[in-house]
């Protein structure tokens, strides 16, 4: 359909990869919903750039911050309400009056002078005295400082989450029996079944909604998906079979969005639905 047998069959594996990496992204946000790594990587990333329990647990017990966890600990804080907290919580009231800005600095930095030697007390200090009793300088400073904080936390969290993710895609590649070398062999050798996906992909590839309409869409095509199929009875052909799920592991793990896009370029009209992230 798009020209040559090669190419159909990739194509096919593309659109096959998608649909598992959808349920890999859909078990990911679930695992990570059910036990708050989000919400813990964020609370731990503060208290390490705070350095201080005690103004930790201020800062995220503060009401601007307790408003976004909705009964819960926060998953996200922007700069602006992380500098608002923790110059609220150092700070008295006075730093919400114009006319008394400066002595409202002046106690935010006795408040600092007080913290403990290895907490982030030289880091705010520098920050208080860069502002020049501005204290809306001091506030772009705090979420400059947060900011990177949060890019280091997001790092880690991110490299976590991508041996969840290949540990994942493993469990589904297993789960599917989805077999690449398998897959590739009847693709190639069934000329209807690379039809039917290669009209899938060009009518126009949307996001599925759920694990369950993607298990729908993967059965309206006769793939060699599951353990129906008679096992190998030879040390070659599982080897074979152990090759094809390393592949469709490496595959799924990268991720729907990275095959979601590769598709988009196959698609008439373009491709729909924005990919699980």
């Known amino acids: 359909m798009f020209g040559s047998n090669i190419i159909d069959v990739a194509i096919a594996l593309v659109f096959i990869y998608f649909l598992l990496s959808v349920i890999a992204s859909h078990v990911n946000e679930l695992i990570a919903s059910i036990l708050s790594w989000r919400a813990r990587y964020l609370e731990a990333g503060i208290q390490k750039m705070l350095n201080e329990p005690g103004l930790a647990m201020k800062v995220m017990n503060h009401p601007i911050i307790q408003s976004l966890a909705q009964g819960q600990k926060p998953s996200y804080i922007p700069a602006a309400t992380f500098a608002m907290a923790l110059l609220d919580t ?50 772009a400073l705090i979420e400059g400082w947060f900011n990177a904080a949060m890019d280091r936390v997001g790092s880690v969290y991110k490299r976590h989450m991508q041996l969840v993710t290949l540990l994942v895609a493993l469990l589904i590649t297993l789960l599917f029996g989805a077999d690449t070398i398998a897959l590739a062999d009847a693709l190639y050798k069934e000329p209807a079944l690379r039809a039917a996906i290669g009209g899938t992909v060009q009518s126009g590839v949307t996001q599925p909604a759920s694990a369950q309409a993607v298990t729908q869409t993967l059965s309206q095509f006769n793939l060699p998906l599951g353990w129906n199929t008679p096992l190998p009875d030879t040390l070659v052909g599982w080897l074979q079979k152990i090759i094809g799920f390393v592949f469709t592991t490496l595959a799924v793990s990268l991720g729907a969005p990275f095959w979601f896009d590769i598709l988009k370029n196959f698609t008439t009209p373009r491709a729909t639905g924005a990919a699980t992230k």
């Not at 002078?113 to 204290?135: G, H």
């Open 90 to 139: 150092l700070g008295p009231a006075a730093l919400r009056n114009p006319t008394v800005q400066s002595a409202g600095l002046d106690a935010v930095r006795a408040q600092v002078v007080a913290l403990p030697a290895d907490s982030s007390r030289d880091a705010l200090l520098v920050m208080i005295d860069s502002a020049k009793d501005d204290p809306d300088k001091l506030r």
